[in-house]
């Protein structure tokens, strides 16, 4: 997938969230920044090199792979003193203390282990030399949900150390629970980078409300902040946002049975950027 | 073993090391033990010498083709076809699988995240490649040297080093062709079969070039050509033909370095 149209920057001690479908991008954004493959146009910096002229910088920079390819032959820890060679540790760095917390066992060869040891090999490898930049791509894929838990404590606290922290995912919940800013990617294009508050004081909440009798017709059209209603005989569904008091004053001139309603998350308000309605401004 | 990118690729050849020295060993003490019956029977000669001469040509090491000499025997018997074939298949493997195998395997994404330059990660996969041709070498130097001495051979200790460094170059420059190859393409498949097709053309070329004239510009191109044609078993070597087999070696790593310097490397 090529990418164009990418203008952001991400600060020091930040969780940057790089969002998007499959095959938006984000991959080859990244692959991009680590110097992997290089732009036709357009400039990158880390740490104010260019990727191409920052090999040294790399000792600074932790990298998962989203299609994460360990030596097969390599025992885990053979693998993390390799890298721990390569990057000028003495000894494999924070890699036992890490491989504790997320229950891996080292001595193993990797040819044996299960998707989410392996994951685990490419995360201990690229926390074990405290860089002051992560670029994680989809780092919790094949995690099952402690283990994701011990991942977001790991991010919160290099991000405390002063680590930038730059992760790609195509699950929004998980990047809405640790990311401080969110850049939304689709078909090689940012389409909007905005803190996590920020998409939440855009967010709708969805209602779904049950009268005693179907109302008319046009009691709902009218009402500021509501859009998207649906009917279905006595019940009714929309999208709210903004200043409740209206909408409870019109329901009041009715016979309510029950409400029932949610905030949406984040899923709704990409989703909602994506048919490209108007719920939320791009900004 | 896991120091830097040069020991991990030996660690990784370390089995192919192995099994390598202990064909070429076997192969030698085979061809060596055989070498006495040869000897004491002159009729070969003038069997040898009826030879049409397209044969004697691809048979022939160097010099003149002579069985019942130690240096005639061991040069058509091994050097002229086998070891140089034993080499240079090691070397090209070596070659292919320096940055196209890491390509193919996906492994080079998290190797290149590492303080390592591309430029870095060639020059020392092309050392450990040498140092795996350099320990093979040695290996097949000490065995003939065990066997001439057994078998009382009129072959110098030093010449038998001159025609197995010559062979060790001979396959370096296969395997440097199958580094470039593999830094082009990113493909083992093509890492292989480019430097076998140079090989085999090589070969040819060389060895029909004795017999046909117009080949003879050509021939001069061959690095086969450049490894026999100072005779090492009989005369040791020759600086111009050395400098052409390293020539052709150095020239294809730094071609290596540039190519995959510029790549957008494989998913």
Request: glycine share 8%; proline share 4%.
């Amino acid at each position: 997938m090529g990418v164009s149209e990418l203008d952001f920057e991400v600060h020091q001690a930040e969780v940057f969230g790089f969002l998007g479908p499959n095959g938006a991008g984000k991959t080859t954004t990244i692959r991009l920044i680590l110097d992997l493959i290089r732009p036709t146009g357009g400039m990158i910096e880390l740490f104010g090199l260019e990727p191409r002229k920052s090999v040294h910088n790399r000792r600074r920079i932790g990298y998962l792979p989203g299609d994460l390819r360990l030596y097969e032959r390599l025992t885990a820890r053979e693998l993390l003193k390799y890298f721990a060679h390569l990057r000028g540790l003495r000894d494999l760095g924070m890699s036992p203390a890490l491989a504790d917390r997320l229950g891996l066992e080292l001595d193993r060869p990797i040819r044996a282990l299960s998707k989410g040891n392996r994951q685990k090999v490419g995360l201990v490898q690229a926390f074990m030399h405290g860089p002051d930049l992560l670029v994680l791509d989809e780092p919790t894929s094949g995690l099952d949900p402690l283990i994701q838990q011990t991942f977001y404590e790991l991010v919160t606290e290099a991000k405390a150390g002063g680590a930038t922290i730059f992760l790609s995912s195509h699950v929004l919940p998980e990047v809405q629970h640790i990311a401080d800013r969110v850049g939304l990617i689709r078909e090689g294009a940012l389409v909007l980078v905005a803190t996590v508050d920020e998409l939440r004081a855009h967010a709708v909440t969805r209602v779904e409300v049950t009268f005693a009798e179907p109302p008319s017709a046009e009691a709902f059209a009218e009402i500021a902040g509501v859009r998207e209603v649906e009917r279905q005989g006595r019940r009714v569904r929309f999208s709210f946002r903004g200043d409740a008091d209206p909408l409870v004053k019109a329901l009041a001139r009715h016979h309510v049975l029950a409400i029932d309603s949610h905030e949406a998350d984040l899923e709704d308000i990409f989703l909602a950027l994506y048919r490209g309605t108007e719920d939320v401004d791009a900004s | 073993m896991l120091r830097n990118v040069y020991a991990k690729s030996l660690r990784d050849m370390r089995r192919s090391i192995v099994w390598w020295s202990l064909g070429l060993i076997a192969m030698t003490a085979l061809m060596i033990a055989v070498y006495p019956t040869v000897r004491d029977n002159p009729d070969l000669n003038k069997l040898v010498e009826n030879y049409p001469d397209a044969l004697k040509a691809f048979i022939a090491f160097g010099g003149e083709l002579d069985y019942t000499s130690g240096a005639g025997y061991l040069g058509s018997e091994l050097f002229a076809f086998m070891v140089p074939l034993l080499l240079a298949v090691a070397a090209i493997g070596a070659g292919a699988r320096a940055t196209a195998g890491e390509e193919e395997a996906g492994t080079i994404d998290l190797l290149l995240a590492n303080p390592v330059s591309r430029r870095r990660l060639i020059v020392e996969k092309t050392a450990a490649l040498a140092t795996e041709v350099a320990l093979l070498a040695l290996v097949l130097w000490i065995s003939l040297l065990v066997g001439v001495e057994i078998v009382g051979m009129d072959v110098s200790v030093a010449n038998l080093a001159a025609a197995t460094f010559a062979a060790a170059l001979l396959a370096f420059s296969f395997g440097a062709i199958a580094v470039l190859a593999g830094s082009i393409s990113g493909r083992r498949s093509v890492a292989i079969g480019v430097p076998a097709a140079v090989a085999v053309a090589a070969y040819l070329v060389s060895s029909l070039g004795s017999l046909v004239g117009s080949l003879e510009f050509a021939r001069k191109a061959s690095p086969y050509y450049h490894y026999v044609a100072s005779d090492p078993l009989r005369h040791g070597l020759d600086l111009v033909h050395v400098g052409f087999l390293l020539g052709i070696g150095i020239i294809a790593i730094a071609l290596a370095v540039l190519a995959f310097e510029r790549r957008d490397l494989a998913t």
